[in-house]
């Protein structure tokens, strides 16, 4: 579909009609605005459903000689392809296959994808001291957020500790792929892995390489939230508003206009369960086997590639406002922590996140 670009008061008022369709935009914790009063742009918009969410693709000044019923084609078919390879959902899926395989010490063959996204998801876990471990999916399933949902009640102590001996990074190895071998991945002991955590942000830079590969030069890819973007349409950066993080509520917390980046968050307020009266995160924190406690809402991070700031996004997210904002500064990520205080919400940058609000180019 072709259309032209809007000014900005009446796409605030569309964009305030969409947010009222919450099965669409459940997932979103950052939200895409295409924007600008600088005459008129065309542009093409392309979507679809995947991964249990919406994905969209935005491009402006599109190419004429490419068809673009070929392109949605060519976008759905890769997101198979993702899925088919790091679905948990789906029992034929390579994950899924790995998890089910009771074969220890012995090289399992991947795709190449598979070996690059499981080796990114281990760094993580390294230099978080496993606070991100690709392998909580039973815990996460104990307290009724994976495949296997339908929690009713609190997990025992005793179940948490049984469960948690399941789990732990360091037993999965990877072979990435080089000259002359294959990718294959290994379990020392039994374990379950999940890439859940990074797989959207995968699926971004991938649509991403495709759209970047067939000449576009100015587009906007997101999945469920997770946004890269390419170009500054129009001379103008991509606008994209960050959620105040407030349960039933849609409001804008942070408004950014982007180049040649990516982004993604990870928050606490739209995919939870109550139990007994009490609200509890599904983001488990894998020290403990239980739900994180702390106070922080919502963590967004931007990088160049949608899967490490999806990845980090989680890391920092789990460890919370104080350890998280340390590692962030370590790491020299550009991060944006949102916290809840007594008096609302406390904002914290890092300096690169500073330097990517004034629009400073790095």
């Known amino acids: 579909m072709k259309t032209k670009i809007l000014c900005w008061m009446t796409l605030a008022a569309s964009l305030l009609k969409l947010l009222k369709n919450a099965a669409l935009v459940a997932a979103f914790s950052v939200l895409a605005l295409v924007t600008g ?6 542009i093409q918009k392309l979507s679809g459903q995947t991964m249990g969410t919406t994905w969209s693709v935005v491009i402006a000044n599109p190419i004429a000689s490419h068809d673009q019923t ?6 759905e078919s890769l997101l198979v392809d993702v899925n088919r390879q790091m679905s948990t959902y789906d029992p ?3 994950i899924s296959q790995f998890n089910q395989s009771d074969d220890l010490n012995t090289w399992f063959p991947v795709s190449e994808l598979f070996a690059i996204t499981t080796a990114k998801a281990l760094g993580f876990s390294e230099t978080s001291n496993g606070a991100f471990d690709p392998t909580v999916g039973p815990i996460v399933n104990l307290w009724g957020f994976g495949p296997d949902a339908g929690v009713d009640a609190l997990p025992s102590d005793s179940l948490i500790e049984e469960t948690k001996s399941q789990i732990g990074f360091s037993a999965i190895e990877v072979r990435a792929p080089q000259r002359g071998g294959a990718s294959a991945i290994m379990k020392r002991s039994q374990r379950r892995l999940d890439l859940s955590a990074i797989a959207k942000g995968l699926a971004v830079d991938q649509l991403y390489e495709l759209l970047d590969d067939q000449g576009y030069v100015n587009f906007l890819v997101e999945i469920g939230g997770e946004i890269r973007v390419k170009g500054d349409k129009d001379g103008q ?3 994209i508003a960050i959620e105040k993080p407030i349960k039933g509520e849609r409001s804008v917390e942070q408004l950014l206009s982007l180049k040649n980046v990516a982004l993604a968050t990870s928050g606490d307020y739209r995919n939870y369960r109550e139990i007994g009266g009490i609200t509890y995160s599904h983001t488990i924190d894998p020290s403990t086997g239980r ?8 963590v967004t991070v931007a990088d160049s590639e949608c899967a490490m700031a999806d990845g980090w996004a989680t890391t920092l997210l789990v460890l919370g406002p104080k350890k998280g904002f340390e590692l962030a500064v370590s790491q020299k990520l550009s991060a944006m922590f949102i916290e809840r205080t007594e008096n609302g919400f406390a904002v914290k940058q890092t ?3 500073e330097r990517l609000l004034a629009g400073e180019a790095e």
Do not use: D, M, Y
């Not at 009063?37 to 065309?42: A, D, I, Q, R, T």
């Not at 070929?70 to 976008?75: K, P």
């Open 291 to 298: 739900p994180v406690t702390h106070q922080l809402a919502s």
């Open 351 to 353: 300096p690169r996140f």
């Open 92 to 94: 034929t899926s390579e």
């Open 37 to 42: 009063c600088s005459g008129e742009l065309e």
């Open 70 to 75: 070929a392109l949605q084609v060519e976008i």
């Open 237 to 239: 950066g991509w606008k």
